[in-house]
Nanobody, 129 residues
Framework: QVQLEESGGGLVQAGDSLRLSCAAS?????????????MGWFRQAPGKEREFVAA????????LYADLVKGRFTISRENAKKTVYLQMDSLKPEDTAVYYC?????????????????WGQGTQVTVFS
């Protein structure tokens, strides 16, 4: 059983930074199994569809980013803690959204929501100018 829990969202000013965390500490997923999962971050702004933000493959040597966040956001993972992070710098008001963590067991990195089997409940990020 895979349970994902996001944290770290909040209300910040444009230009500030936030670090989101996604922990798979609950459920029965082992540390080794987590290390083999591909992990991703997606976001959904009010009135818009959920969109891809960033993804990392199981080995963490392959990452993908949406063009809108490339150079500002960094995805990383700490397998021993069964946690994936999203460091968000130079935040903009258009980054305001609910951010979701997702996981899939086949290990690669993917931009497609359909590839992900497990999702967290989301954490709100609000950026004001």
């Amino acid at each position: 059983q895979v349970q994902l829990e996001e944290s770290g969202g909040g209300l910040v000013q444009a230009g500030d930074s936030l670090r989101l965390s996604c922990a798979a500490s609950k459920g029965t997923l082992s540390t080794y199994s987590f290390s083999t999962y591909g992990m991703g971050w997606f976001r959904q702004a009010p009135g818009k569809e959920r969109e891809f933000v960033a993804a990392t493959a199981w080995a963490d040597d392959s990452t993908l980013y949406a063009d809108l966040v490339k150079g500002r956001f960094t995805i990383s993972r700490e397998n021993a803690k069964k946690t994936v992070y999203l460091q968000m710098d130079s935040l903009k008001p258009e980054d305001t959204a609910v951010y979701y963590c997702a996981a899939h067991p086949w290990g690669g990195d993917s931009r497609s929501q359909r590839d992900y089997d497990y999702w967290g409940q989301g954490t709100q990020v609000t950026v004001f100018s």
